[in-house]
């Protein structure tokens, strides 16, 4: 899913497409994108756009008249800048909203259609699809720590709950807890000050590196390919990979659709953390340690 860094990168990328230019005709392929019907989606067509603004992990596009169109990609929605009127076909293009200077496309991998197309009134609409989570930019050390520790929650829970901090998922939580040497699975309450410290700024310094990062690729070229994966990070996507902070080998736990990479020697004092699949499996021989893990490999 695209997280904060990623949503900045589009809006980057959008601002000096469409920012002051009318928006033509939106065009939707998929009538469940759509997931309000007031004020309608014409009320949108033929208005300038005066702002992009982030909202969690949505993308808001303000035209003349307080309308917004908001868009969340969800998992596997993504955004493609093409040609003026360019054809929706195929079963991933979802929408296209047509610009003097081309079409934004909107398109969702796989069978599932998750992302959605939010038309809101004004400020109080925009409110109605803001999750609430602290802005971490505009947070100081106490306000990220009473946000988190509001429930008792492992620290991947936290991050990534938008009602908490906003704009966080899965692959950004991996490289701050990494980057802060704090395992997924301790408990907010369970911090001492100087780990609240290294976690608050673990956070503004691995969001502020990526949004830079990617802010600059997209001034260049618009984000065709936006991944969760990139080859750059620390762990995410790269279990059994060295960690180059210490050279051990990444662990991984798998749960549903989505894994936690972390390094056992940096994060959990050399601990291998259950993983839920395998751990029901091996039982009392779940390896406990990183030599524990090597010596069940060899047999």
């Not at 990168?9 to 959008?14: D, E, F, R």
């Not at 009538?31 to 808001?60: D, H, M, N, S, Y």
């Not at 502020?208 to 260049?220: C, G, H, K, Q, V």
């Amino acid at each position: 899913m695209p997280e904060l860094p990623d949503i900045a990168a589009y809006i980057t990328a959008l601002e000096p497409r469409i920012a002051g230019q009318p928006l033509e005709r939106v065009r939707l392929a998929s009538p469940f994108l759509l997931r309000t019907v007031q004020p309608p989606l014409a009320e949108a067509e033929g208005r300038t756009v005066r702002e992009l603004r982030r909202i969690g992990k949505r993308i808001a596009i303000g035209v003349d008249g307080g309308v917004w169109l908001v868009l969340h990609l969800m998992i596997a929605g993504r955004l493609h800048w093409r040609p003026a009127g360019a054809k929706l076909s195929g079963r991933n293009n979802l929408a296209a909203f047509d610009f003097p200077g081309g079409s934004l496309v909107l398109t969702e991998a796989g069978s599932k259609r998750r992302a959605s197309l939010h038309v809101l009134a004004g400020e109080e609409g925009l409110r109605s699809v803001d999750p609430g989570g602290i802005e971490i930019f505009a947070s100081d050390l106490e306000t990220f720590r009473a946000a988190l520790t509001a429930e008792n929650r492992t620290l991947k829970r936290a991050l990534t709950d938008p009602r908490l901090v906003s704009g966080i998922g899965n692959a950004y939580s991996d490289e701050i807890l990494h980057a802060a040497q704090l395992s997924p699975v301790t408990l907010t309450r369970k911090l001492a000050p100087e780990e609240w410290e290294r976690l608050y700024a673990a956070t503004r310094e691995t969001l502020t590196l990526w949004i830079d990062r990617l802010r600059a690729e997209a001034a260049a070229k618009f984000p065709e390919k936006v991944t969760a994966f990139r080859k750059d990070m620390a762990v995410h996507g790269r279990f059994g990979q060295p960690c180059p902070r210490c050279g051990e080998k990444l662990q991984r736990i798998r749960y549903a659709d989505n894994e936690t990479n972390y390094c056992a020697r940096c994060q959990t004092g050399g601990k291998v953390l259950a993983d839920r699949g395998l751990s029901r499996l091996l039982g009392s021989d779940w390896p406990r340690t990183l030599e524990e893990l090597e010596a069940l490999k060899r047999r």
